[in-house]
């Protein structure tokens, strides 16, 4: 796996399929939009577009549920090709949502197919969204396309990073590890 820390262009002539999101636990719904791009349809390279932890928990360092070395591992171990953690700084923050998706995902990541959970949110104060994604997806000047994944439940509720914590508060292990895949 190759890991690229920012958003400079790949150095690859193919198309990628591209997840993103934050990873800040790659529990069984991050695994599952993983599972979409590792899929080995031929033709395509399958990469996650991430945040680097140092900017991810700049105010909740400590709400880690794995480091930044295990994610990676992670991933290496579920067939990412590319990582590209993106350091979420003033700049970075501030990019207008159909920039990001036009310059960042489509031309310097060779996007054709962009993989997000229903919740996604990115941009200047998180506007951009799913529906974004699927507006831009349908103009004809860009050519990819947009699969979104509904959230994965876990005993008839939504599996998110917050539950997992929840359940580690409450002592509930056996719980946070089965959400996590482990």
Known sequence: MIIIDGTKEIEYDGKTKIAIGKFDGVHLGHRKLISEITDGEKGYKSLVFTFSYDSLFTYRFDDKLMSEDERRKLFESLGVDYLVEYKLDKEAASIDPEKFVKDILIKRLHGAVVVAG????????????????????????????????????????????????????????????DMLGL
């Open 118 to 177: 229903a919740d996604v949110t990115f941009g200047n104060r998180g506007m951009g969204n799913a529906d974004l994604l699927k507006k831009i997806a349908d103009d004809p000047d860009y050519d990819f396309s947009v699969k979104i994944i509904e959230k994965v439940q876990f005993k008839g509720e939504d599996i998110s990073s917050s539950r997992i914590h929840d359940a580690i508060k409450e002592g509930a292990s056996s719980d946070a590890n």
